[in-house]
């Protein structure tokens, strides 16, 4: 309730998940009609967008719903593969596949080692199951996020690896349940 007693919605991430990925899709077919000469009316995508918001909006603020905080999630409860930024994403996308895969549920005994990236920055190294690493690293900044939402963890016995947590491999097997394919997949509910 705001101070005039108009009622607001609560902050809701999914929602929020929604709009960036509705102005993201503006951005990109914006630079994509420019660079090969298409007509372009990003206003009216923008019009649209913002319109649509304020419908979302007025109809959550007349329900009764309201979002669990994401302090009350348990450490083994999945998040929403939504709520993951994009490039972080991308990342652990790729680190459940080579260390979870999309079969059996297996011990996910891979981990990530620190390492140098090549453009000579802090990044982290892909160990597989099988003891052979991946080529490229992955840049720290990229896996902040993640470590961040409880998806990566430090491992207990060697401070200097980190290891897909209870709530990675629970978000990653909820992810492949719903349908997920590539990163970009959101599977929303």
């Not at 929604?18 to 994509?32: G, S, T, W």
């Amino acid at each position: 309730m705001s101070r005039n007693g108009v009622r607001r919605p609560d902050a809701d991430p999914i929602r929020k998940v929604r709009f960036r990925e509705a102005a993201r899709e503006i951005v990109a077919k914006d630079r994509h009609d420019r660079k090969y000469g298409f007509a372009v009316d990003t206003a009216g995508a923008v019009a649209r967008a913002l319109e649509r918001a304020y419908r979302q909006g007025f109809v959550d603020a007349q329900g009764e719903q309201s979002m669990p905080a994401a302090d009350d999630m348990q450490p083994g409860e999945p998040i929403d593969w939504a709520l993951i930024p994009p490039r972080p994403r991308a990342a652990f996308w790729t680190i459940c596949l080579f260390i979870l895969g999309k079969g059996e549920r297996t011990g996910g005994a891979g981990h990530l080692v620190p390492a140098t990236t090549e453009r000579g920055t802090a990044g982290w190294q892909l160990v597989l199951p099988s003891g052979h690493s991946e080529k490229n690293p992955l840049a720290e900044k990229t896996l902040v996020p993640l470590v961040r939402l409880g998806l990566l963890e430090l491992a207990d016995g060697a401070p200097e690896r980190l290891r897909v947590s209870a709530r990675g491999r629970a978000t990653w097997w909820l992810f492949l349940e719903r349908g997920g394919q590539y990163p970009e997949d959101l599977t929303l509910v």
